[in-house]
């Protein structure tokens, strides 16, 4: 039986491969984490969006823990099972009148996995609205790999500025509304968003995990967090927890594998 899930919201999950709203968070702890952001782009003059863009609950404690939190992995382990990775996390952050969208595309083959099994857990920072741009999908997607080509467009925030290159019935989308604290869960269905026309900004926490089972590009090992259960097949390297934010041992472990160095400027006490 589902733990976190009411049996009709798991057989959803399982029919319609998305999800939402589910909670997550306490309103007042997705305040606190996006102040937490917002204080650090007044204290160093950086966009947090750059800074975190790559597993940044490498970075800070409080994205580790909301990463780890049991009414999140409750909710993944009633579609996923019970040992879950958590591969890749970022932000998705559009101030109001931002011009940038996600383009149509399935985070299965963005990172080429095998077998195509994942959970996001998109978690709002912000009320997640159509106006300001709120996650939208593609139901009946996720039955097959549909493929991408590249794209020339700056306002494309999807880091391979890719998109999905057949026809799709975009007419059916389903926007997935959330408010401060509310998650959506989706797996390998066909997904974007658009700009943001309101005022307002839209943060989102997205959080992606997989069972142990799967790999990335081809078999090519890379790192993951293991967050419950146990890795019996070992395809990824596992990466520590911090114990308080900018641990030493973690941003080590981040600066290898992202390839890029974090100055002093971020380590305070």
């Known amino acids: 039986m589902p733990k976190a899930l009411s049996q009709e919201q798991a057989?959803?999950?399982?029919?319609?491969?998305?999800?939402?709203p589910v909670p997550a968070?306490?309103?007042?702890r997705a305040a606190a984490v996006l102040a937490e952001l917002?204080?650090?782009?007044?204290?160093?003059?950086?966009d947090p969006v750059e800074v975190f863009k790559d597993k940044p609950h490498l970075l800070l404690k409080s994205l580790s823990d909301v990463a780890r939190d049991p009414h999140v992995l409750d909710a993944i382990e009633d579609v996923l099972g019970p040992d879950i990775l958590l591969i890749e996390a970022g932000f998705f952050w559009k101030l109001g009148g931002d011009r940038q969208y996600a383009a149509w595309h399935q985070d299965a083959t963005y990172l080429r996995m095998e077998p195509p099994v994942c959970v996001t857990a998109w978690i709002a920072l912000t009320d997640s609205r159509i106006d300001n741009g709120c996650l939208r999908v593609i139901?009946?997607?996720?039955?097959?790999?549909?493929?991408?080509?590249?794209?020339d467009?700056?306002?494309?925030?999807?880091?391979?500025?890719?998109e999905i290159s057949v026809p799709l019935a975009a007419d059916t989308a389903v926007n997935l509304e959330l408010e401060p604290g509310e998650m959506s869960l989706h797996g390998r269905l066909v997904h974007g968003?658009?700009?943001?026309?309101?005022?307002?900004?839209?943060?989102g926490y997205a959080i992606m995990y997989i069972p142990p089972h799967v790999t990335l590009n081809a078999g090519t090992m890379s790192s993951a967090t293991l967050v419950r259960g146990e890795d019996r097949y070992g395809h990824f390297e596992p990466e520590p927890e911090p114990r308080y934010d900018w641990d030493p041992v973690t941003v080590a472990w981040y600066e290898r594998q992202a390839g890029q160095g974090m100055t002093d400027t971020y380590r305070w006490d």
């Open 25 to 28: 968070i306490a309103p007042e």
């Open 139 to 151: 139901p009946g997607t996720q039955h097959s790999e549909l493929p991408l080509h590249m794209i």
């Open 153 to 162: 467009d700056p306002d494309n925030y999807l880091r391979m500025n890719r």
């Open 11 to 20: 057989d959803f999950f399982a029919r319609e491969n998305y999800l939402a």
């Open 193 to 203: 968003s658009r700009p943001n026309l309101s005022d307002r900004r839209r943060v």
């Open 38 to 46: 917002d204080a650090f782009a007044a204290r160093t003059g950086d």
